[in-house]
């Protein structure tokens, strides 16, 4: 199978910046197949592209190179980054947006309040210094095209990440926080992502919850939820279920159901026995 690149952006459609991307990719590696992941990320929201991306990139082959592109401090001192993993590889700003891959192979909690996490066995980085590999001359607001899509482009080709620049053991990442225990036994957690069906899906995974499902409760917004649906379609109103990212999710079947619990990312839920 030939080489895979995936694209996370917050272009959105209706300008030519996607477009760019991928010509600059094609004029190296013309027989690259392109994914788009998404270019729907809210304008600027690292947070969001993270998750998405996080739930998407264990579904390609192995080899695949990812671009995550939402770069609030384009042009600024932040770094770009390579992140090469057992299974793939990231070409992204070091801000963050890699978070929820790097915590799959970082060791430990983050430093302090740096917002730092150290690469443990099986994932290393470089920070891309190599100027023979950018698009010249280098927009100091556009390096989607100008940087990250000609160093995804030569990865995809075989070249190996330490000729793009030097090895690093730290990337930047966004604050992940783990449901917690109370000491009465409930579980709290809280919103992560609102997905395109306003499905609120939470930082609690399937392995967090209780075995006796059918019992508990999920407080969210000023609502109560009792036990868990296997499917969107069960019941006819609020529903609470695992969904496809292992994740607790609350749901409106033919409805919004953050719209009408009016929540969002970092609104609290709680889980009851």
């Known amino acids: 199978m030939g080489a895979v690149i995936t694209l996370t952006t917050d272009f959105g459609l209706a300008d030519a910046y996607v477009a760019a991307v991928k010509g600059v990719i094609l004029g190296i590696n013309p027989g690259v197949t392109l994914v788009d992941?998404?270019?729907?990320?809210?304008?600027q929201d690292i947070g969001q592209a993270a998750?998405?991306?996080?739930?998407?990139?264990?579904?390609?082959?192995?080899?695949?190179?990812?671009?995550?592109?939402?770069?609030?401090?384009?042009?600024t001192g932040r770094r770009a980054v390579i992140l090469k993993t057992p299974g793939g590889s990231f070409v992204a700003?070091?801000?963050?947006?890699?978070?929820?891959?790097?915590?799959?192979?970082?060791?430990?909690?983050?430093?302090?309040?740096?917002?730092?996490a150290r690469l443990g066995e099986g994932a290393e980085a470089v920070a891309i210094t190599t100027a023979r590999f950018w698009r010249t001359p280098v927009s100091a607001t556009f390096?989607?095209?100008?940087?990250?899509?000609?160093?995804a482009a030569h990865l995809s080709l075989g070249v190996p990440p330490a000729d793009f620049g030097k090895k690093i053991d730290t990337l930047a990442v966004?604050?992940?926080?783990?449901?917690?225990?109370?000491?009465?036994?409930?579980?709290?957690?809280?919103?992560?992502?609102?997905d395109s069906f306003g499905n609120i899906?939470?930082?609690?995974?399937?392995?967090?919850?209780?075995?006796?499902?059918?019992?508990l409760t999920v407080e969210v917004g000023n609502k109560v939820i009792?036990?868990?649906?296997?499917?969107?379609?069960?019941?006819?109103?609020?529903?609470?279920?695992?969904?496809?990212?292992?994740?607790?999710?609350i749901s409106l079947p033919e409805g919004?159901?953050?719209?009408?619990l009016r929540v969002g990312a970092g609104d609290g839920v709680i889980i009851r026995k």
């Not at 899906?201 to 019992?215: C, E, G, V, Y």
Request: charge should be neutral; avoid cysteine.
């Open 37 to 43: 992941i998404s270019h729907a990320i809210r304008p």
């Open 51 to 75: 998750f998405v991306l996080g739930t998407a990139y264990e579904s390609f082959p192995h080899g695949t190179v990812h671009v995550a592109v939402v770069d609030p401090g384009v042009g």
């Open 93 to 116: 700003p070091d801000n963050g947006v890699l978070s929820y891959v790097i915590q799959r192979y970082s060791t430990g909690a983050p430093e302090g309040n740096a917002l730092a």
């Open 143 to 151: 390096h989607g095209r100008d940087i990250f899509a000609p160093v």
């Open 174 to 194: 966004l604050p992940l926080p783990r449901p917690r225990r109370e000491a009465d036994g409930s579980l709290v957690g809280q919103v992560i992502h609102v």
């Open 201 to 215: 899906i939470t930082n609690i995974r399937s392995a967090d919850l209780p075995r006796a499902t059918a019992s």
């Open 226 to 249: 009792r036990g868990l649906s296997r499917t969107y379609r069960d019941g006819g109103g609020l529903l609470a279920l695992v969904g496809s990212s292992d994740r607790l999710e």
């Open 256 to 260: 919004d159901a953050a719209a009408f």
